[in-house]
Structures are given as C-alpha cells and as structure tokens.
C-alpha cells in the first residue's frame, strides 16, 4: 500500500508542476514554450486555460498535501502509527536493560595506554648514574 501511494504522490507532484508552469504569466511561462497562447487558446479557449488551470492547481495542492499527510502518518519509522525502532536502538535497549555499557573504542585500533602510577612506573637512574 505504501508502494501504491508513494507512486500516486509522484504522479501528483509532476502534475502540480506542469500545471504550474503551464500557466501563463505576464511573459506566458512555459505555456509559451509550447507554441504560445495558440495551443492552450484552441484546446481551452481564451480564458478556460486560465480558469482550468487554475482549478487543477488547487485540486492538485489538496491533493498533494494529504497524500503527504498519509505518507507521513503510514511510513515505517515514524509518524503515529508505524513507530519502529532501528537495529542499533534495540541493541542499545537490550544493553541498558542488561546492564552492560556499550564499547566506547572503535573496532580495529589498539586501546590506549592508561597513565601510570608512580609505583608503576619504570625506575630510570638519572643521568651519570650507573655508567
């Protein structure tokens, strides 16, 4: 079903766009790109590309912005009913409610060295010393 509306959302959105640009403005906009106001003026009449155009684009902004409000509200991941969690925020759950802390070194590097403590530290004798 989500495949289904994610396709009509396209569709919409290329029809809101050519409906869009197919308006015509003071300089025509692409109506004219496509021979003028004669294609438009003979398919719809002088002032019904205008009035049609119009309509469609409203129709076609309803349209648009509830089938985001679907999308949004049946998309896994988020919205209000499809709430998922991803793989890495179960292993942390699971991990918190074990108790154990998740690894803070990257896979691959050598850990680094902790400072000594002064006992542990080697006994160096000072310079002329020993020789």
Known sequence: MIVFLTMLHVIICIGLIMAVLMQS????????????SG??????GGRGAATFLSKATTV???AFF?????????SPGTGGGGRKSSGIQREA???????????TSVPGTAPQEQ???????????PPGEGE
Request: aromatic residues 6%.
């Open 25 to 36: 403005a003071k300089g025509e906009g692409l109506a004219g790109a496509f021979g003028g």
């Open 115 to 125: 400072p000594q403590t002064p006992s542990e530290q080697p006994q160096v004798p």
């Open 60 to 62: 076609l902004a309803v």
């Open 66 to 74: 509830l089938s985001c409000l679907l999308l949004s509200f049946l």
């Open 93 to 103: 759950q699971k991990r918190a409610t074990e108790g154990t802390a998740p690894a």
């Open 39 to 44: 294609i438009t003026g003979a398919v719809f």
